[in-house]
């Protein structure tokens, strides 16, 4: 399957689900993240120069393909990071706010 899919990609841009279908139509049962997982294990684990973007999944054959390619990651990472951070903010907030509940639930009825 890893062979099929380098070849359409090679052929040129192409959306995942369109990729999906194709792969669907050649017998290949595969999962929308089961194919996220197979172009993940293309480019780290067999080092194939394979771009995705909302433009879909594309061969990176020039430098102007490469920079888009990686501006494209530091976008997701950027966008990663923040949910990360707000994720962390708010987390903290809540568990402060269940502690200072906690405490007073068990505290402040003795000492007021």
Same mark, same amino acid.
């Given at each position: 399957?890893?062979?099929?899919?380098? &070849?359409?990609?090679?052929? %040129?841009? =192409?959306?995942?689900?369109?990729?999906?279908? +194709?792969?669907?139509?050649?017998?290949?049962?595969?999962?929308?993240?089961?194919?996220?997982?197979?172009?993940?294990?293309?480019?780290?684990?067999?080092?194939?120069?394979?771009?995705? &973007?909302?433009?879909?999944? %594309?061969? =990176?054959?020039?430098?102007?393909?490469?920079? +888009?390619?990686?501006?494209?990651?530091?976008?997701?990472?950027?966008?990663?990071?923040?949910?990360?951070?707000?994720?962390?903010?708010?987390?903290?907030?809540?568990?402060?706010?269940?502690?200072?509940?906690?405490?007073?639930?068990?505290?402040?009825?003795?000492?007021?």
């Amino acid at each position: 399957m890893k062979e099929l899919i380098l &070849s359409i990609i090679q052929s %040129g841009r =192409i959306k995942r689900l369109d990729l999906l279908a +194709q792969l669907r139509d050649r017998g290949f049962d595969i999962t929308e993240r089961q194919l996220r997982a197979t172009i993940e294990d293309l480019v780290t684990s067999d080092k194939h120069p394979i771009s995705s &973007s909302s433009l879909g999944y %594309g061969w =990176i054959e020039t430098d102007s393909d490469f920079e +888009q390619a990686v501006s494209y990651l530091d976008k997701k990472a950027a966008a990663i990071a923040i949910r990360k951070n707000v994720l962390l903010g708010l987390w903290n907030k809540l568990r402060h706010e269940r502690t200072d509940k906690l405490q007073w639930d068990m505290f402040g009825k003795v000492l007021f």
